[in-house]
């Protein structure tokens, strides 16, 4: 037991100092007033009473009045803030992300004037300084000024702030609460909500100085801004901007292509002042930045231009060809354009297509549009009546095959006469061209079987020409054969001449021979004759008659080679000859003779 109560003192004595340590922690803050603000954290002090109570209207003390005052408790310890007098509001500090804005409602300060909808920017340390905004004529609700990125200590009593956490809570998005981003080649069109309203004729509020692209909208309303559509416009580049009083529309960059100008036809600007001269009586120019159209027109290249308030014209400075016929060009224009329809001198109907190819010079293009208003005005307004209506008159002094034989004396003509009708209008004419003409089928029936027959004359003509020709040339080469055969007669007659004369001296000549060779064989047959006779004298003389007539005869039968024995000897039996063995030696000797070689001579 007594160790028991030994034991008991001694706890008794250990746990005293940490019962006192605990009810210092508990009991100071409560004694001192002390309160600990975390450094993340805004203490928000509510004054439980006070010696007066607050105006009616008023959210927030300024002079110790019970209620929310204006002061906040920066991070640290603070003394004297008695829990029965006070109460301490611990809220987290405000922070806004990078590439973001914060928008503020006040929920106390001076009322908004009628004419604006957004509260003044005041100094109050961007919200931080609830007394500055207060004293310093802060007014409540939707304020122009916006928090940029950072943090920042403010008195959420009086200040509701909207980041993009808790844009959907306020019936916003979270992309109205990002920095407002104008891409590269595209221009921001800005439209305002608050300031001004803009004059009565006009459509865009006036350029003011100083606001820094919307981003001071103070500023703005301090230089007379004006409400709604801006003429001003945002460049490329990020920008703060309170999206309760500036909306931005992104358009793309007016481009002007090679080969075209831009005319701008402003709606907006200085007065207009008329700088076209006392020559140009269909139209007025302005300089720019008036309102009018700009006698300076753009050319190519991307020009920052607001299509809102101003309309960019653009014109071709290249050959433009218009075709009157079932054909369109890339460019459009002449979509509406067809054949022309004429009526001749003799009273047909017909077709023709026609190109015309126009030139707008860079300088004069903001004359064309100023007469009128587009290039495709000019096409369906000037040029179309002009073209259609020359050649329907033109087309009623000729005849349809008269039209048809001197094309190009009417397009020559009608060259001309165009080119001074549309010079009128600072256009200039290139060239006019007739293209197809399509005439009354059945009058270019007539005249095709007019033309079939006629060529068959011609046909038939030359064919009667060739007959003739042939006809000639026959004559001509039978004259030419009988020619030959005439040189051929002469030549003859003259070669039967020298043969005749030369058969004369021939015969002449062998007349003479034969008179010398008669007289000569004569004298040669007497001679002969006398020497046989002579030798037949002698012979007889000799041998006697009958002696000399055996030896003549033997002798003419070896010189005639007379054969005196037969060559087949046939002889029958009995010695009594038979034909059979005569006709078999004759067909022997006859195969005989067959076979035997010929002798060479």
Known sequence: MTTSVLFGAVSLWVMLPVAIIVLGLIFTPIVLGAVLIQERQVGVVVKRYGSRGLAPGQLVALEGEAGYQAETLAPGLHFGYWPWQFRILKVAVTMVPQG????????????????????????????????????????????????????????????????????????????????????????????????????????????????????????????????????????????????????????????????????????????????????????????????GVWVTPLYPGKHPINLRIMKVELVPTTNIVLNWAMRTEAHQYDQKLSSITVRSKDGFAFNLDVSQIIHVGALDAPKVISRVGSMQNLVDHVLQPIVGNYFRNSAQDFTVLDFLGARSQRQLEAAQHIRAAIGAYDVQAIDTLIGDITPPAELMQTQTDRKIAEERRKTYEVQEAAQVQRQQLVRQTSLADIQQQVVGAEQGVQIAELQANAHIKQATGEAEATRLRAIGEAGAIRATGQAKAEAYRVGVEAIGTQGYTLMQLMQIVGERNVRIVPDVSVSGASGNPGIVDGMLGVMLRNQTIEKAPVAKA
């Open 100 to 291: 973001e804005i914060a928008l503020i409602i006040a929920a106390s300060g001076e009322s908004i004037p009628p004419e604006r909808i957004l509260g003044r920017i005041v100094d109050c340390d961007n919200f931080q300084d609830a007394r500055k905004f207060l004293l310093n004529g802060g007014e409540k609700g939707r304020q122009l000024a916006v928090l940029t990125a950072g943090t920042y200590r403010i008195n959420t009593a009086l200040f509701t702030i909207i980041t993009s956490a808790q844009a959907e809570h306020h019936a916003m998005f979270p992309e109205h609460l990002q920095l407002t981003r104008v891409e590269s080649d595209m221009v921001g069109i800005v439209t305002t909500l608050d300031g001004r309203a803009i004059e009565a004729g006009e459509i865009a509020g006036p350029v003011v100085p100083g606001h820094d692209n919307f981003q001071n909208p103070q500023a703005f309303i301090n230089t007379d801004g004006r409400r709604g559509l801006q003429e001003q416009i945002l460049l490329s580049g990020t920008w703060n901007l309170n999206p309760w009083f500036a909306q931005v529309e992104q358009v793309r960059m007016v481009e002007i292509p090679i080969g075209y100008v831009g005319v701008v036809i402003s709606y907006v600007g200085k007065a207009h002042e008329d700088v076209s001269g006392l020559d140009f009586k269909h139209g007025d120019l302005v300089h720019a930045e008036h309102k």
